[in-house]
C-alpha cells in the first residue's frame, strides 16, 4: 500500500480543489481538520468511514463531510477523488 498521490488544481483563500489518486488497498489514514470538505468519486471505489459510519461509494458519488469529523476510506478499486475544502487547506501548500 501507498499514499495516495495528491494534486492541487485550484485553490484561492476561501476554497481549494483537490485530485487524489488511489490504487487499490491504498488508504486515506483517518483524521479531522476545521474544514469543510466536499469528496466528488470521478472514478474507482472506495469504502469511505465518516463520523463512526461506513458506506462504499463509487463512480458519480458525492458527499459532504462536515468541519471536524472524523474520516478515512479504503480504496476498493483504483480510482480517482476531487475534494473540495473550504476554507483552503493551507497545509497543502
Do not use: W
Request: proline share 8%.
Amino acid at each position: 500500500m501507498a499514499d495516495p498521490v495528491r494534486t492541487i488544481l485550484a485553490h484561492s483563500p476561501e476554497l481549494m480543489v483537490v485530485s487524489f489518486v488511489f490504487e487499490k488497498g491504498d488508504e486515506g489514514a483517518p483524521h479531522s481538520h476545521p474544514h469543510v470538505q466536499s469528496t466528488y468519486v470521478k472514478s474507482g471505489r472506495f469504502a469511505f468511514h465518516v463520523a463512526g459510519e461506513t458506506r462504499e461509494v463509487g463512480p458519480g458519488d458525492s458527499f459532504v463531510i462536515p468541519s471536524n469529523a472524523v474520516h478515512g476510506c479504503t480504496c476498493l478499486a483504483a480510482g480517482e477523488l476531487i475534494d473540495n475544502f473550504t476554507p483552503r487547506r493551507d497545509d497543502f501548500l
